[in-house]
């Protein structure tokens, strides 16, 4: 793992982006021992709005109950549907994916620079379902792009995922059954 600690040796300042309040238990439980964590809710891909107002109710839960402080950023689902219309057939972890992860990383790494955080990250490795190696390389790439440094990780190891789902049965916290997307939703009916 890379040192993100500085010359003054501060716990260095991380944005992290959060999809829901289960994703977010390991990881954060994970990294608070060697980051000041901020959660970063900025998700247009979440819908319908009652789904996203459950998520989003869901993050501002564990925020408080373990005084992790929380940025909420705007809802732009049809910016969201512009951007990824003509990829509405890919399958599950196919282009729409991406385009997915790219719309919510550059947000994340743009408040971060705006904030003068040290870094940013993204819980989304946690899920079996998110292509670790494709969500790695978009953060790092959006960071190099913005002179910023990505909390690389692939979360779902160590049991990460198991962990995350028995500490959201554990504190009662809403689990969804899909990645908030209308078109992974449809799947399931």
């Not at 238990?25 to 809710?41: A, N, W």
């Not at 790695?136 to 959006?142: C, K, L, P, V």
Request: contains cysteine.
């Amino acid at each position: 793992m890379t040192n993100y600690k500085n010359s003054s040796n501060h716990r260095p300042k991380l944005l992290l982006h959060v999809c829901c309040a289960v994703c977010a238990l390991y990881p954060t439980s994970l990294l608070s021992k060697d980051f000041e964590i901020t959660l970063f809710f900025y998700n247009p891909n979440i819908h319908p709005r009652k789904e996203y107002n459950k998520r989003l109710e869901s993050v501002k839960i564990i925020s408080k109950k373990y005084s992790i402080p929380l940025i909420i950023d705007r809802y732009e689902l049809r910016k969201w549907f512009r951007l990824t219309e003509n990829y509405k057939f890919e399958p599950e972890g196919g282009k729409r994916c991406s385009i997915c992860f790219d719309i919510r990383l550059k947000r994340t790494a743009a408040a971060a620079k705006k904030l003068k955080f040290d870094l940013f990250g993204t819980t989304l490795t946690v899920s079996p379902h998110k292509n670790k190696d494709i969500i790695n390389s978009i953060g790092t790439a959006i960071a190099a792009n913005k002179k910023l440094k990505f909390y690389s990780a692939d979360f779902k190891k160590k049991n990460g995922f198991k962990k995350t789902m028995n500490t959201a049965k554990k504190i009662n916290i809403y689990r969804q059954n899909y990645c908030g997307c209308i078109y992974s939703l449809h799947k399931l009916v």
